[in-house]
């Protein structure tokens, strides 16, 4: 059976990280739980799950504080992500810089 994964991602997997963005606006009954687990297609160094600020939230001038409480608030609100909730709380960008210091890209 042939691989699904195209051949140009083979090679990008083994040094890549996955960043998930606007997870608070996937369809109803969908999450990316899987995908977080690092389950569908492995990278190295995993995936970070983020929900980023709208513009709404930026024009009205949103803290990086409260956007990142507001954060926590939905991945503590949807059970689908208690699993990977602890990762994801260790993979902030202010913790970025420290896992990826020493990794070749």
């Known amino acids: 059976m042939p691989n699904p994964i195209p ?7 083994r040094r890549c990280a996955g960043v ?6 996937m ?3 969908t999450d990316a739980a899987a995908v977080l687990r ?7 160094l995993g995936y970070v799950g983020v929900v980023n600020r ?8 949103r803290s990086m504080r409260d956007a990142r ?3 926590a ?8 992500y208690l699993e990977v909730r602890l990762m994801l709380s260790a993979a902030r960008p202010e913790y ?3 896992g990826l210091k020493g990794t070749s890209m």
């Open 54 to 61: 709208s513009q709404a939230d930026i024009m009205g001038r």
């Open 20 to 25: 998930l963005t606007k997870l608070d606006i």
């Open 38 to 44: 690092n389950e569908v297609i492995p990278l190295r």
């Open 69 to 71: 409480a507001g954060e």
């Open 96 to 98: 970025l810089d420290v």
């Open 27 to 29: 369809d109803r009954g």
């Open 7 to 13: 051949v140009y991602l083979l090679s990008l997997r």
């Open 73 to 80: 608030a939905f991945f503590d609100a949807h059970p689908e």
